[in-house]
């Protein structure tokens, strides 16, 4: 029952994007309440029980028009690494919208909810590479706030990464310039004090963004699941990691007990291997029964907005129904007293933005879609 609970949990956690809303809280305060009953058998659970891996992000958050996705070329419920000619479209957002800066990474996200959501503090432990300035001072002290043990490699001479989260009405579209973020060396994993916190946890979760950064540490966390009999848990993460990475997740594919992702994703790695169907369910039964190195059956986990999402595990596939607007707010805290929200963090990170790319605010290239 534990298991489940901890999967679900982690589905909604890796579709999560934050807006600040009164409605919202109330709506996530009726929630915590309802969770009040699982507090005991949260509290029955080890410290370190879950560790992820992934980019930690300093998220700029902001609500924009569809034109503005399309002057950029971005794609609504898309992701995509940040290039020469999309640094302009950072300064554009900060200049010309309302933003929010946020503790983000797609992992940092999901695995800072899991640990609010236990209560229990340490119960989650977090590994990836942050600079050494203010924005990975930010994400430290996001991370100490609701209890979570950030192990950070860090590189003094880098800049924290930072990822574009642009929405428009429902859907999101996301650019993530990965900076030290992308510098995670599996030797900090191999640490003997570090390693000890990956032969304490039980659960692992890893994003499919993290393929770019450090392959071999997401094999040496999939392969001692495996050997140790613990779980290992995935999420797509986007449809260009499914496309570009397929020979690493042909690999990966044996160790994941738990797949998470939309239907683009699914579509897109199922194409990728060599499977193509219109039909999602037959779609999700496919990835569940690709082959596995242990006994357990994989449980594969995919969103669909704010429709039903699909769930299958071997051959069945049943429909999940989820309350998008309940869980949206997940992780908010306050945010019009929060600092990191403050007109002082929106300077502070158009420097940043200057220090990193120069005063380039112009687009590289024609950028406006004809």
Not at 186 to 215: H, P, T
Not at 223 to 247: G, P, R, V
Not at 257 to 271: M, P, Q, R, S, T
């Amino acid at each position: 029952m534990l298991t489940v609970c901890i999967y679900i949990y982690v589905c909604y956690m890796s579709h999560i994007w934050f807006l600040q809303s009164n409605h919202l809280r109330q709506q996530l305060y009726v929630s915590s309440s309802q969770r009040t009953n699982n507090r005991k058998e949260f509290c029955k659970l080890k410290t370190g029980v879950l560790v992820g891996i992934g980019n930690p992000l300093l998220d700029l958050e902001a609500d924009v028009p569809p034109e503005f996705l399309k002057k950029w070329k971005l794609k609504e419920d898309d992701a995509v690494l940040c290039n020469d000619k999309l640094i302009p479209m950072f300064f554009d957002l900060v200049d010309n919208y309302k933003v929010q800066f946020i503790a983000g990474g797609s992992t940092q996200n999901s695995l800072r909810v899991a640990q609010w959501m236990i209560g229990k503090p340490h119960s989650v432990t977090y590994f990836g590479c942050i600079g050494g300035d203010h924005f990975g001072h930010v994400l430290r002290v996001k991370a100490e706030e609701v209890g979570m043990n950030a192990v950070y490699q860090i590189r003094p001479k880098e800049k924290t990464g930072t990822c574009a989260t642009c929405i428009v009405g429902q859907s999101r579209s996301l650019c993530a310039h990965l900076a030290a973020a992308n510098l995670f060396s599996v030797d900090y994993l191999e640490l003997q004090e570090n390693w000890k916190l990956i032969e304490k946890a039980r659960y692992f979760y890893v994003a499919g963004f993290f393929m770019s950064s450090c392959l071999p540490a997401i094999y040496k966390i999939a392969e001692h699941a495996d050997n140790a009999s613990k779980y290992f848990m995935m999420n797509l993460s986007a449809t260009f990691i499914c496309s570009t990475m397929k020979e690493h997740f042909v690999r990966l594919f044996p160790y994941i007990d738990v797949l998470f992702g939309n239907e683009k994703e699914a579509f897109e790695i199922a194409k990728a291997l060599g499977f193509e169907s219109q039909c999602l369910k037959e779609v999700v039964i496919c990835i569940a029964n690709i082959e596995k190195a242990s006994n357990r059956s994989r449980l594969v986990v995919v969103t669909q907005g704010p429709k039903p999402g699909a769930c299958s595990k071997r051959i069945r596939c049943r429909s999940l129904p989820t309350n998008v607007s309940s869980i949206r707010a997940a992780l908010v805290m306050r945010l019009s007293e929060d600092s990191c929200h403050s007109s002082l963090l929106k300077e502070a990170s158009k420097n940043a933005l200057v220090r990193a790319y120069g005063h380039r605010r112009e687009p590289v290239g024609q950028l406006v879609a004809d």
